[in-house]
């Protein structure tokens, strides 16, 4: 009896959401979340920001130095699209007592990273909705650096 009742919560447990399970990225999306992210972010240093800038345009080889690594953090990021008035693009981000709204282009780049990492899209009331919390990101420069493939991780709570 124990045996099944071990299978029944193993399924169980296979078949919760992924949107409340937390969340964790590295590679090229992560990095593009952390650019985006770090751009707008008042607790990144403006020399942080540029390398980010450099990096989310393709320039691996921007300068740096050895051991440099940006963290990249806030509070929450809410985005929403419109479903019913298409035109609709938003997002909310809060850094601590900071908060900063987008719309437009600036915003559909910032859901669509969400979406591209992992974040999982719900509808509700004509608008399709991404969001998170406790987003945590690290970019290793000198990692970044190699071409490897590596060099960036993100973590989040959905």
């Known amino acids: 009896m124990i045996a099944y009742k071990t299978v029944g919560l193993v399924f169980l447990s296979a078949l919760a959401p992924a949107a409340v399970q937390a969340g964790a990225r590295s590679g090229s999306s992560a990095l593009a ?5 770090g751009e707008l972010s008042p607790q990144t240093s403006a020399a942080d920001k540029k390398l980010l800038a450099a990096y989310f345009a393709g320039r691996a080889e921007a300068p740096h ?13 809410d985005c929403r699209a ?7 693009r938003a997002c909310e981000l809060t850094f601590g007592a900071k908060k900063i709204e987008l719309s437009g282009r600036k915003a559909n780049e910032l859901y669509a990273t969400l979406i591209e990492n992992g974040v999982v899209a719900e509808g509700a009331a ?3 909705h ?29």
């Open 130 to 158: 991404a969001s998170i919390t406790a987003l945590d990101c690290i970019v290793d420069a000198d990692e970044v650096a190699e071409k490897a493939g590596g060099g960036a991780r993100c973590a989040y709570n959905p």
């Open 82 to 88: 419109g479903n019913v008035d298409i035109t609709s």
């Open 33 to 37: 979340l952390s650019a985006i992210v």
């Open 126 to 128: 004509g608008s399709s």
């Open 65 to 77: 130095a050895k051991g440099q690594r940006v963290a990249v953090k806030a509070d929450a990021i």
